[in-house]
């Protein structure tokens, strides 16, 4: 079964042409690793086991594409860290062991939620892409790093009980070593909530029929009609977010060509409120 035509062209626009994110990414990577880098995605593959997730086919290869790129990115910061140094070690060692390039094979999840793993087999890593809609793997890029930074971590053995006299009162020595251990973790503090350390691509965001089916939180929108035109007002508290959101609509705007006058699109910024104006006609 051939690829849909919106899959075929966005394999083109989102990973096969040198200027997309994704082979930017790739290039980094292989400046700093010093090594080739391949991966080439089964798309015929990818497409078929997360087809039922995506109306549109071409959506679910830009998800896909900016899944590699983030990965890419997300290795390129761990060994262009200092800090990392010996796990850089153990990259390269691993790397040169079973190839002469660093391989990256994509597969599908078992679940929604994304992960990466180095495999022997594979001869390189592996990246899983969740069964499920996700239009910003951009939120993944803190998960990768750290389960980059364990992928080569040993399971640890669990604690034995040491090896005591069964006389006297040394049975109570049993375990006490771990006792101790506990008391001296420093207390938990309260669950805090994470930071938001991305926002969102607006030429990656689904359209607007998709996107409005969840309710925004701390949004507001306002629409009214004058003079034969159409305001939409939008109120956020985050500035960024409105940014980004208003880079969304010009976007999907659609502009009635027969019009002489052209639709004003007016930013006004209060001290705790962002407003955007945008107006239809």
Not at 129 to 150: C, N, R, S, T, V
Not at 185 to 212: E, I
Not at 254 to 281: M, P, S
Request: charged fraction near 25%; hydrophobic fraction near 35%; proline fraction near 6%.
């Amino acid at each position: 079964m051939s690829l849909p035509l919106k899959a075929k062209v966005s394999i083109r626009d989102n990973w096969e042409k040198p200027e997309c994110r994704a082979q930017e990414s790739m290039k980094k990577l292989k400046d700093v690793l010093g090594l080739d880098v391949y991966c080439e995605p089964q798309w015929q593959i990818l497409v078929s086991e997360l087809g039922s997730f995506w109306e549109d086919k071409g959506e679910l290869v830009s998800s896909v594409a900016f899944f590699v790129h983030v990965w890419f990115e997300a290795l390129t910061e761990l060994l262009d860290d200092e800090a990392h140094e010996a796990w850089t070690d153990t990259v390269l060692t691993k790397v040169r062991e079973l190839t002469s390039r660093l391989n990256l094979t994509v597969e599908v999840s078992e679940n929604q939620r994304p992960s990466t793993k180095w495999s022997d087999a594979q001869l390189g890593f592996i990246l899983y892409i969740p069964k499920d809609l996700i239009h910003q793997p951009a939120q993944y890029f803190g998960l990768f790093k750290e389960q980059l930074l364990e992928c080569f971590e040993e399971n640890r053995p669990s604690k034995t009980l040491p090896i005591h006299s069964t006389t006297g009162d040394e049975w109570a020595d049993v375990g006490a070593e771990d006792r101790e251990e506990e008391l001296a973790k420093p207390p938990k503090t309260g669950d805090q909530a994470p930071a938001v350390d991305y926002l969102p691509d607006p030429n990656t965001m689904p359209k607007p029929s998709a996107l409005f089916q969840q309710a925004p939180y701390h949004l507001f929108v306002y629409t009214s009609a004058s003079n034969r035109s159409y305001k939409i007002e939008i109120e956020c508290s985050h500035s960024q977010t409105l940014e980004v959101l208003a880079e969304y609509l010009k976007r999907w705007t659609k502009t009635n060509v027969n019009r002489v006058d052209k639709a004003k699109q007016i930013w006004t910024y209060l001290q705790h409120i962002c407003c955007c104006n945008f107006e239809f006609g």
